[in-house]
């Protein structure tokens, strides 16, 4: 047995070294690298993505998308930026009150990617059974409901967290949550509390789209022809008013022909669906790289703009503590849209999803479930996330699985 030492002039060199930098040798640990790997064909496989995790506890809070490092970095250079020059003309749209040329198109597309997603749904459901649980937000599709102890209702520690199920409808599939409509988003961009009941309410991802340059006869906003100007941090609009009134939208005729589902086999209207879903989101987060979005960082809430509300209905934790306002972070696509992850159903005649198998089923949006159980193929983003590549064992060789 042969035993390595360190000499002691270099065992005391690691030591000052440890304690002029303490943090040196943990840097070091933390980084982790992700690589994909090459298909044969060329193209690269989809990073693994696992079942999504809920949160440990109501009072946790989301995780931020951009690190809280790099949003300390960006005020500070905002904040000298604004000290060397005051007063300035604000060239980038769409913070100038301008919109961004190259989104109007994408604006358009997702929203008819929207409307063609419910439309298919809307026949789909009729055919695929959704199902829901009475005391919780679970959603099962399928003929039969699950048997996996998950839910979280009242009196669910007497059903020993079984679920209770009913029909469901399509707003249990895909649900998108609204958000204040803002006339004005450069001038106005905060709705106080007392203007809670005047403002409409509609989709966030519908007033994405209006912010981008989709108009809409029933949502009025406005739209600039000059840039605004920055002075000390506060936006100054010197438009005259004939400009404001020449950049009045009544709105367009944004009717989509729904005429393209009629005909359709299951098969093919369950591909349309899934296609439309993907071009919603793909859309979603282009848009989102330039106009800003805003989710609670304890609730579901919403708000499309430059800023959130000032609207004091937050019920989530710590409220008191806030006076019923919104902690307001960076919002993710999937604050706009709720993908409703439920259990993936590998065999439709089979027996229902065990709950001592739980570990073995993967997980897919209730959209994608839908589409797949409706004869679309699977898409290779959810692949993993399905666990197709998984086969449970019996419930009676359970014993011998390891």
């Not at 998308?65 to 300035?88: D, F, G, H, S």
């Not at 003309?89 to 990617?113: C, F, I, K, S, T």
């Not at 692949?383 to 390891?402: A, G, I, K, N, Q």
Request: charged residues 25%; aromatic residues 6%.
């Amino acid at each position: 047995m042969h035993l390595t030492f360190l000499s002691s002039t270099s065992a005391i060199g690691s030591l000052k070294k440890l304690q002029l930098s303490p943090t040196s040798i943990l840097v070091f640990s933390r980084t982790l690298t992700v690589e994909t790997i090459s298909a044969p064909d060329g193209d690269q496989d989809h990073l693994y993505a696992d079942i999504p995790k809920p949160a440990k506890s109501k009072s946790e809070r989301k995780p931020y998308p951009t690190p809280m490092k790099i949003l300390v970095q960006r005020a500070k250079q905002e904040r000298e930026a604004r000290k060397l020059q005051p007063c300035k003309l604000l060239e980038e749209p769409p913070e100038n009150g301008l919109l961004v040329p190259e989104l109007v198109g994408v604006a358009h597309q997702v929203y008819r990617a929207r409307e063609l997603i419910l439309s298919g749904l809307s026949k789909l459901v009729n055919v695929i059974p959704v199902l829901r649980c009475s005391h919780c937000f679970e959603v099962h599709i399928g003929q039969v409901g699950h048997e996996i102890r998950t839910c979280t209702g009242p009196k669910s520690g007497l059903r020993n967290a079984t679920h209770v199920w009913r029909k469901g409808r399509i707003h249990d599939v895909i649900y998108f949550p609204k958000c204040f409509h803002l006339y004005d988003r450069v001038g106005k961009p905060r709705i106080i509390h007392n203007e809670s009941r005047k403002v409409k309410q509609l989709p966030a991802i519908v007033e994405l789209c209006i912010q981008a340059g989709l108009n809409l006869e029933n949502h009025p906003t406005k739209r600039r022809t000059r840039p605004v100007y920055s002075i000390e941090g506060r936006i100054v609009d010197f438009e005259t008013e004939t400009d404001l009134v020449a950049s009045e939208v009544t709105g367009t005729d944004c009717s989509i022909d729904l005429s393209l589902t009629k005909g359709l086999t299951m098969r093919e209207l369950s591909i349309l669906t899934l296609d439309s879903w993907f071009e919603m989101i793909s859309g979603a987060k282009k848009i989102m790289e330039r106009y800003k979005v805003h989710t609670c960082g304890y609730c579901p809430e919403v708000q499309v703009g430059p800023k959130g509300h000032k609207v004091r209905n937050c019920r989530a934790s710590k409220h008191q503590s806030r006076n019923g306002m919104h902690a307001w972070q960076e919002a993710t696509v999937f604050d706009l849209v709720g993908p409703n992850y439920v259990w993936h159903v590998a065999d439709l005649s089979g027996p229902p999803l065990s709950n001592d198998l739980k570990r073995y089923y993967g997980k897919a949006p209730a959209v994608v479930e839908m589409c797949v159980q409706a004869g679309a193929p699977v898409p290779s983003e959810y692949r993993s996330m399905m666990r197709l590549d998984v086969v449970p064992p019996c419930r009676d060789e359970l014993d011998l699985v390891t």
